[in-house]
């Protein structure tokens, strides 16, 4: 297939006079289009990452390199891909969207990846196996030697999506790109960054994988207020740093206070910026928190989530009015 190839393809640099892209001339922050290949943010990110530039992807969130990857890699209709149960839950809806078939592997009594449980790997029709680790809505991590088997042993994609890496202190599987050319790492913006709002996911793959999604992706997938802003967020690492420390720390305060909560069962260890917790009657207490302004997500329909509500960890003050609500609650 041919890409598209656009003006700011063919040139690339400085000029005095840009007649190429059929843009508006006249002054206005956004009348040129947006660098295609987001080269500054790329490099600026490869030097905090360890990741070379022609390693890296950028989407319109990390949905984006979601969606493409199952394009890019499955045949509507004949391919299909692995997907544990539960996880996040774009996986699933791109596959559909896509025609492709998934099949669900339940995560064992731990949440983590039950290997015996998987499919056969040698089927030539499976394609894409998604890991989500710190895993959403569990928060914990899959076992690495558990990952490795993966890549060790299928001749598809692995992709692991560290959506929520940020919050745990084990490394990045990006550590393992040079070793294993069958693995994707998915990272974004969303989370510790504090940009859900601006739309920016990173995809880290070989060269030869990261050049077959810019291939397919739309020519300017990745608005210029958005590299912009995320040149400025990545100049400020110590900001987004600060952020995760306190989110850890009041993850940390707000598992010890809801463990105290009458209602409370259980609260999952979290390696992420949520907690899943089992309470009594999770669809009620939903309701009663929402009466009060207070919005968690009700999980009581997920696998092996019977009963669990998923708490992100808000500031200090949101946390206390949360446990202020639910001991309310207790009380009645
Ligand atoms: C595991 C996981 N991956 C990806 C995403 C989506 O990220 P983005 O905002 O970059 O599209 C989420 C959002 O909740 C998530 O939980």
Redesign the pocket.
């Known amino acids: 297939m041919k890409a598209y190839s656009s003006a700011r393809d063919e040139f690339q640099g400085e000029a005095e006079i840009f007649m190429d892209a059929n843009e508006n001339p006249y002054p206005s922050p956004y009348n040129r289009y947006p660098d295609p290949l987001q080269l500054k943010v790329k490099e600026k990110l490869s030097f905090i990452k360890g990741v070379d530039v022609s390693q890296t992807f950028l ?6 390199a ?1 969606d493409l990857l199952i394009r890019a890699f499955c045949e509507p209709h004949e391919d299909s891909i692995v997907i544990t149960d539960p ?2 839950g ?1 996986y699933a809806v791109c596959a559909n969207v896509n025609a492709v078939d998934f099949n669900t592997v339940a995560l064992d009594e731990n949440f983590d990846l039950d290997i015996e449980a998987f499919p056969p790997l040698d089927n030539a029709a499976l394609k894409l196996i998604f890991v ?1 680790s ?3 809505p569990t928060g914990n991590l899959m076992s690495r030697d558990r990952i490795i088997f993966l890549l060790e042993n299928f001749k598809g994609l692995v992709v692991v ?1 560290e ?2 890496i940020d919050f745990t202190e084990s490394k990045s599987f990006t550590t393992e790109l040079a070793r294993y050319s069958n693995l994707v790492v ?1 990272q ?4 510790a960054w504090g940009l ?1 709002g601006l ?3 990173m995809c880290f793959a070989s060269r030869e994988i990261i050049a077959i999604l810019n291939k397919i992706k739309y020519p300017y997938n990745v608005n210029i207020s958005t590299q912009e802003l995320a040149l400025e967020a990545l100049e400020n690492v110590e900001k987004t740093k600060s952020w995760v420390q306190e989110i850890i720390l009041e993850r940390e305060r707000l598992s010890k206070d809801l463990s105290a909560l009458s209602l409370t069962q259980i609260v999952y260890p979290s390696e992420a910026n949520f907690l899943l917790v089992k309470v009594e009657d999770a669809p009620s207490i939903y309701r009663r928190l929402m009466e009060q302004g207070i919005i968690v997500r009700d999980r009581s329909n997920v696998k092996l989530c019977n009963s669990c509500l998923r708490i992100t960890v808000g500031t200090p003050h949101e946390n206390d009015r949360l446990v202020n609500a639910l001991k309310k609650l207790s009380i009645r």
């Open positions: 989407g319109n969130g990390s949905d984006e979601i996880t996040y774009m989500c710190p895993n959403n999506d959506a929520y998915l974004t913006f969303s989370k859900a739309r920016l996911g």
